[in-house]
């Protein structure tokens, strides 16, 4: 199994997407400061999974929404609609 997953800084209002086939592992190796494009924003906490078969599904996904700020929007409103509820 594959992931997309997308983590969020809440003080800054700060999204990170990815792709990973261990989200905790990943996430803690955000957290841990060990990826370099999010070490200075941390903590991190998980905002929304995508579970996928395969790699290829998944990081065509994860390419999709970088490239997609229309379908990147909707997604992230779509979690922080779900986040208060």
């Not at 800084?9 to 261990?22: A, D, L, Q």
């Not at 579970?51 to 970088?66: Q, S, Y």
Request: positive net charge; aromatic residues 12%.
């Amino acid at each position: 199994m594959y992931y997309l997953y997308i983590i969020e800084n809440e003080k800054i209002c700060r999204h990170y997407i990815g792709t990973t086939e261990n989200v905790e592992l990943r996430i803690a190796k955000h957290n841990k400061g060990d990826v370099r494009s999010t070490k200075a924003y941390r903590p991190w906490k998980v905002a929304h999974i995508e579970k996928f078969t395969d790699k290829t599904e998944a990081r065509k996904r994860e390419i999709f929404l970088k490239k997609n700020a229309k379908a990147r929007s909707e997604l992230y409103n779509e979690i922080s609609k779900n986040s208060y509820l």
